[in-house]
Nanobody
Framework: QVQLVESGGGLVQAGGSLRLSCAASGRTFSVNTMGWFRQAPRKEREFVAAINWPASSTYYPDSVKGRFTISRDNAKNTVYLQMNSLKPEDTAVYYC?????????????????WGQGTQVTISS
C-alpha cells in the first residue's frame, strides 16, 4: 500500500500563489507516476497535473497550463504543485494521486492511490 498526505491548502486572493505538497509513504518503490486532481462543489473530480519518473515528464490540461507546475523531490518522496495566478474558479479540494504505471493519464480511474485532499479557496 501507498499512503499519500497532502498539505499546503488555504485561502488566498485571486492572483496569488500557493504550493501544495504530497508526501508519499509505504511501498513508494511501486509508484511511477503521481498527479493532482481537484473537485469543486457539485462538479466532477478533474485532472490538474501529473509527473512520472525517471523521465520527469509532465502533463497539464489547458485550464492550468502556464499557471501550475508539478515537481518532485525523490529523496523526500514528495510531489509539489506550485499554483500561480490563481483564479476563483481554481477553488476546490485538491487531491494527490499515484499510480504504478509510468504512462501519464488524466483519467481518474487510472490511479491506484489517493490522498484525503486539501482545501484551496480563492477569493475574488
Amino acid at each position: 500500500q501507498v499512503q499519500l498526505v497532502e498539505s499546503g491548502g488555504g485561502l488566498v486572493q485571486a492572483g496569488g500563489s500557493l504550493r501544495l505538497s504530497c508526501a508519499a509513504s509505504g511501498r513508494t518503490f511501486s509508484v511511477n507516476t503521481m498527479g493532482w486532481f481537484r473537485q469543486a462543489p457539485r462538479k466532477e473530480r478533474e485532472f490538474v497535473a501529473a509527473i512520472n519518473w525517471p523521465a520527469s515528464s509532465t502533463y497539464y490540461p489547458d485550464s492550468v497550463k502556464g499557471r501550475f507546475t508539478i515537481s518532485r523531490d525523490n529523496a523526500k518522496n514528495t510531489v509539489y504543485l506550485q499554483m500561480n495566478s490563481l483564479k476563483p474558479e481554481d477553488t476546490a479540494v485538491y487531491y494527490c494521486a499515484a499510480r504504478q504505471r509510468r504512462l501519464i493519464t488524466p483519467a481518474r480511474s487510472g490511479y491506484d492511490y489517493w490522498g484525503q485532499g486539501t482545501q484551496v479557496t480563492i477569493s475574488s
